[in-house]
């Protein structure tokens, strides 16, 4: 009988605890389901406050994606670095006062980087940007109405960028109390709508196009041949001279032009001639966004070109050497090897969202850079001017021992470092540059500076030293040549041996140039006078001969044969013809062309030439005849 008893009690007491279990597992259904915005009918005086609680986290969720799309990808930028002399791009594209990070660039040491960022990269920033800012929103207009708003700290946001939407989860606790109402809630959801997604994509496969066929430095080597100079040659005897810096500003203008013209395949845009279809570029599928191409005369730019000296680029003429100025015939041919890098940043865009991104774009010896995988490039800048440990003073001077600020660099065999300048020292009254040099023996100490020739000098540098070094002023001259018909023409040309074994010689072209620059020194000047020839040299087939080592085992023990060939002269007319000229040594003092406006050279002159022997009689006459030189 107690056993049953006891039994009946034990059961009454587990109904108990199951009932209790219930309730208490109700109760907090009840309150995890009104805590939700899902599965509770929220109060409708409650609803303002929290549709404005919905709508902060789309405002700051759009404002977030514009940040994005405005900087490449990043709310919080990469570390930033500096660009350098050498290579003037720092690890942010400066637009508009705002940086943006390039996905592709050159440090300042000349590594190559890339930082694309990803979209689990966005989705990650977005997150933390919206932390900080949703639980700041405003709810001070509710409040003056009776609202009282608790907004706690979120625990966790997860975005999902997609690509006409961002969708947002947002885990913070709400409570909104109103009179006898309140709602409390923890889990908030938002669709927001947004193309970030889909101009990411875009801009990424733009991107890897271009990292992979490398168009923009295609285009660029098309607009460096197009406008500056870079092969060729030109029928004329005088020497062809470009200023650097104006060969840079004709660069700048053209990629400034054409870059904009750039297209990716889409229906954004119509053709207006067949063969702007040279500007588009096929991604493969027909784009209907917006694609921009930009570079600014404003931004960064590295330029360099072999061979310039003094801010300037020179290709001498070929025919004036011995033997070949008898014909009256001369051109200028020039090559220039450039090293060119710059920006261009590429936008997408629908109206009013955009994602933009910088890439820099590398020329490497008037070709497009080759492939890189974009996380290691070698070093642009020598190993040797890497390595400057030798302290040297470097004083510099003008002919008459006066300071003058000088731009310094030091050659050793075929690599050049830019080592710095000269500047005047008020406590010593000197012009000096202290430096570290590379350790190297025999090479040259180079100093340049504006109205000054160039001066090269030759220097140990494996031990600490002090160098003086002094510079040619040049003073320009007007130029004329004395008796010249009007339909003649002359070439003078001003030779100087330097006392560090060079040899500068400047050649005038008359009457297309009228001025010259010359320095103190001993000078040999030649000048040849031309006139209408019109002589007819007859063509003429000769047979060549040469010896040949015999093909097989012979030929390895030194046994040869005669090979023999014909020789082709085709008929040619001398246009022109020697008609005067002569040589004279002349030491030119500096206070006589400092004193001086003028020079005027007066040549013997001989009779026209008629037929081809007078052409050689006639050069034969320059090295015996004189030359008249007056300075006014």
Not at 119 to 130: G, S
Request: glycine share 6%.
């Amino acid at each position: 009988m107690t056993s049953n008893n006891q039994i009946n009690k034990k059961g009454q007491v587990t109904v108990f605890i199951i009932l209790a279990i219930i309730i208490v597992a109700g109760i907090a259904v009840y309150f995890l389901v009104r805590g939700n915005v899902f599965g509770q009918t929220m109060p409708k005086e409650i609803e303002p406050v929290y549709n404005y609680y919905l709508s902060c986290i789309q405002d700051e969720t759009q404002m977030g994606a514009m940040i994005l799309g405005q900087t490449a990808g990043y709310i919080e930028r990469p570390s930033f670095s500096p660009g350098s002399d050498f290579m003037p791009f720092s690890s942010q594209l400066n637009f508009l006062g705002n940086g943006i990070p390039y996905w592709y660039y050159v440090t300042g040491n000349g590594i190559l980087k890339e930082q694309v960022s990803t979209k689990d990269n966005m989705q990650e920033q977005l997150n933390d940007f919206l932390a900080e800012r949703v639980s700041e929103c405003d709810f001070s207009k509710f409040e003056s109405q009776g609202f009282r708003v608790e907004l706690g700290n979120v625990n966790s946001i997860t975005t999902t960028i997609l690509d006409n939407k961002i969708t947002v989860k947002v885990n913070q606790e709400i409570a909104i109390n109103f009179e006898n109402s309140t709602w409390r809630g923890t889990t908030h959801s938002k669709e927001v709508s947004s193309n970030l997604g889909k101009l990411y994509n875009l801009a990424r496969k733009i991107y890897e196009k271009q990292k992979k066929d490398m168009f923009l430095e295609n285009y660029g080597v098309d607009v460096l041949r197009l406008y500056t100079p870079v092969d060729g040659n030109e029928i004329t005897c005088s020497p062809k001279v470009w200023i650097t810096n104006a060969v840079r500003s004709d660069l700048i203008n053209s990629l400034e032009a054409n870059v904009a013209a750039i297209k990716v395949s889409g229906s954004y845009y119509k053709l207006k001639q067949e063969d702007h279809k040279y500007f588009v570029q096929d991604l493969g599928e027909e784009v209907d966004a917006n694609v921009n191409f930009m570079y600014s005369r404003y931004w960064p730019m590295k330029m360099e070109v072999n061979p310039s000296e003094d801010g300037m680029m020179r290709a001498d003429p070929v025919g004036l050497e011995e033997g070949l100025g008898i014909l009256g015939f001369c051109y200028v041919p020039y090559h220039f090897v450039y090293d060119v890098a710059y920006p261009v940043l590429i936008q997408v865009y629908y109206d009013n969202e955009m994602f933009q991104l910088p890439v820099v774009v590398i020329i490497d010896k008037n070709k497009p850079r080759q492939g890189l995988n974009g996380s290691a490039y070698a070093n642009a800048v020598p190993e040797l001017c890497q390595n400057k440990n030798t302290k040297i003073n470097v004083y510099s001077y003008n002919s008459v021992l006066e300071p003058i600020d000088a731009n310094i660099k030091f050659k050793c065999f075929d690599t050049s470092c830019d080592i710095g300048k000269t500047r005047f020292d008020n406590n010593t009254g000197e012009s000096v540059l202290s430096a570290n040099f590379p350790q190297c023996v025999n090479g040259y100490l180079i100093a340049s500076a504006t109205g000054y020739k160039t001066k090269k000098m030759i220097v140990s540098t494996v031990k600490e030293n002090s160098f003086n070094i002094a510079l040619d002023k040049l003073y320009k001259l007007n130029f004329a040549i004395e008796d010249l018909e009007s339909s003649d023409y002359a070439i003078v040309t001003f030779t100087k041996n330097n006392t560090d074994g060079t040899t500068d010689a400047i050649t005038v072209t008359y009457p297309e140039q009228n001025t010259v620059e010359l320095s103190e020194g001993q000078y040999e000047i030649k000048a040849y006078v031309y006139s209408d020839a019109n002589i007819n040299l007859q063509g003429e087939t000769s047979q060549k001969c040469v010896s040949v080592p015999i093909s097989g085992v012979a030929g390895m023990f030194g046994a040869t044969e005669e090979k023999c060939f014909d020789l082709d002269i085709p008929d040619q007319v001398i246009s022109f013809g020697v008609s005067g000229g002569g040589k004279q040594n002349y030491y030119i003092a500096q206070s006589e062309i400092e004193n001086s406006k003028k020079i005027i050279i007066t040549p013997d002159k001989f009779s026209v030439p008629r037929k081809a022997e007078d052409l050689q009689i006639n050069y034969n006459k320059l090295e015996t005849s004189g030359l008249g030189i007056v300075f006014e």
